[in-house]
């Protein structure tokens, strides 16, 4: 353990989906931490403009375009870790989402769009989580990033918070599996965290929306992506020795699920006015 509290020097730490959103803040931190970073991602532009900030903080850092959905990429990602840095100490499972094509009520839903979520939020997390432990011949932390939909009601996003819920139950196995050779697994379950896509393109791009989400989180903001990264720095440094099976929710206290609420308020707000009617 260094002389100093969080300080990642020496330790080499995988980051996946690093080019933008949450994963390019838990790189920042990453970076201001004195961590060997492997940034991870599909598009090229943000993994350099990521690699860039990397750079003016000062830490060392590579980027190695990857598919996760992708076994081969995977296994490169992990054997270019190795061969640039020796080792690989930490690993965060950031990438995931679901396209607003690939989601809708349950009743609807069809196999290609639960392949398309459940596939990569789920399946590949876990083979991501595999090929890390694997690679950890030093032991080492794994970190999944999940959501606070992993333990609420979804409508209209079902079967992304079913692959966030076995994602972090499978954490709580891998915890209890991998132990014994030093690896550690937790979960970082962020709420609602404001990205640029969210806000230009994505569910958060309504004022509205937006001040309805504020309303339910007792520290009367929603998150920014320096929120998340912070605690990742926590879990694969030397400091968190002894936590493993975690999750761990950062969302400013909120306990209410908000789409939830607003899924019944339309429910209402249909069958009254086919009561009207």
Not at 5 to 23: A, E, H, M, N
Not at 60 to 89: H, K, N, Q, W, Y
Not at 104 to 111: C, F, K, S, T, W
Request: proline content about 4%.
């Amino acid at each position: 353990m260094s002389g100093h509290l969080f300080d990642l020097s020496g330790k080499t730490i995988v980051v996946t989906g690093g080019g933008r959103g949450i994963g390019r803040g838990i790189v920042r931190a990453l970076a201001r931490a004195n961590a060997n970073i492997v940034i991870s991602g599909r598009g090229q532009g943000p993994l350099a403009e990521t690699a860039e900030e990397v750079a003016a903080i000062g830490a060392p850092a590579i980027v190695v375009p990857a598919d996760i959905t992708s076994m081969a990429d995977l296994e490169r990602l992990a054997a270019t870790a190795l061969e640039r840095f020796g080792a690989i100490d930490g690993w965060v499972n950031n990438a995931g989402s679901a396209s607003p094509s690939d989601v809708g009520p349950l009743i609807g839903i069809d196999e290609r769009q639960w392949d398309a979520v459940v596939d990569l939020n789920f399946k590949w997390t876990f083979f991501a989580c595999q090929i890390a432990a694997k690679a950890m011949t030093r032991g080492g932390s794994i970190v999944n990033v999940t959501s606070r939909s992993a333990s609420q009601p979804n409508p209209n996003t079902g079967q992304y918070g079913a692959a966030k819920a076995g994602v972090e139950n499978l954490t709580a196995t891998m915890a209890v599996e991998w132990g014994h050779m030093g690896i550690r697994v937790n979960a970082i379950a962020p709420g609602v965290v404001l990205t640029e896509q969210s806000t230009t393109q994505g569910s958060m791009k309504s004022e509205s929306r937006r001040q309805r989400q504020i309303d339910t989180v007792p520290l009367r903001r929603l998150g920014v992506v320096d929120d998340v990264g912070p605690l990742a720095v926590y879990l694969v440094s030397d400091e968190a020795s002894w936590i493993s099976g975690a999750i761990i929710p950062v969302n400013g206290g909120s306990r209410v699920p908000v789409g939830y609420l607003s899924y019944l308020h339309h429910v209402n707000e249909r069958m009254r006015a086919q009561e009207n009617g």
